[in-house]
T-cell receptor, first 116, second 114 residues
Framework: AQTVTQSQPEMSVQEAETVTLSCTYDTSENNYYLFWYKQPPSRQMILVIR??????QNATENRFSVNFQKAAKSFSLKISDSQLGDTAMYFC?????????????FGTGTRLQVTL | EAQVTQNPRYLITVTGKKLTVTCSQN?????MSWYRQDPGLGLRQIYY???????DKGDVPEGYKVSRKEKRNFPLILESPSPNQTSLYFCASSWWDRVQYEQYFGPGTRLTVT
């Protein structure tokens, strides 16, 4: 069974600064996917970024980037130039590559507050 | 617009009164899933479906039922709700794409059982 751990329940960052959210996972699978989802106060789950384990290059999406360390089973999210709209709960998630769609295993989340 | 819809969005009910939360997607996705979100626990999978008439248990299936009679719909049934089922529920759907895989989530249903 897979587990995903987010050790920072809450974080705060000032607008325009950079913040890094941590995520570690445990799995015996060699092929898998990792995700960061954002949940703003509206409660909608929004995909922020995706990383395939077979890719060595870290994924980036505009101001969002990841540091994927497969050997260490670490998958942190860096948000650059933080904006007030980044205030949200962030969930790290894992999915084994079974050759088809399957379950997402989520961490417990990190609540990020962006302040002026 | 491609979307996953859930109804109702909010529901307050009493212990033991059967209820159904509907989920529908318009993207022709094979895979659909139900999650519940509780503070400090993240999201946990309740049930999932790989296609019509194919369903299986997730991590926390006790007290829930599902059915998949049509590809677009995947209702969640609570036959005898209890207060420990008070939670935020999400339906999600996806197709398989190794390169651009993503699960699409509905807006959530806030359920309170008194």
């Amino acid at each position: 069974a897979q587990t995903v751990t987010q050790s920072q329940p809450e974080m705060s960052v000032q607008e325009a600064e950079t913040v890094t959210l941590s995520c570690t996972y445990d799995t015996s699978e060699n092929n898998y996917y990792l995700f960061w989802y954002k949940q703003p106060p509206s409660r909608q789950m929004i995909l922020v970024i995706r990383q395939e384990a077979y890719k060595q290059q870290n994924a980036t999406e505009n101001r969002f980037s990841v540091n994927f360390q497969k050997a260490a089973k670490s998958f942190s999210l860096k948000i650059s130039d933080s904006q007030l709209g980044d205030t949200a709960m962030y969930f790290c998630a894992f999915m084994a590559d079974t050759g088809t769609a399957s379950k997402l295993t989520f961490g417990t989340g990190t609540r990020l507050q962006v302040t002026l | 617009e491609a979307q996953v819809t859930q109804n109702p969005r909010y529901l307050i009910t009493v212990t033991g009164k059967k209820l159904t939360v509907t989920c529908s997607q318009n993207m022709n996705h094979e895979y659909m899933s139900w999650y519940r979100q509780d503070p400090g626990l993240g999201l946990r999978q309740i049930y999932y479906s790989m296609n019509v008439e194919v369903t299986d248990k997730g991590d926390v299936p006790e007290g829930y039922k599902v059915s998949r009679k049509e590809k677009r719909n995947f209702p969640l049934i609570l036959e005898s709700p209890s207060p420990n089922q008070t939670s935020l529920y999400f339906c999600a759907s996806s197709w398989w794409d190794r390169v651009q895989y993503e699960q699409y989530f509905g807006p959530g249903t806030r359920l309170t059982v008194t």
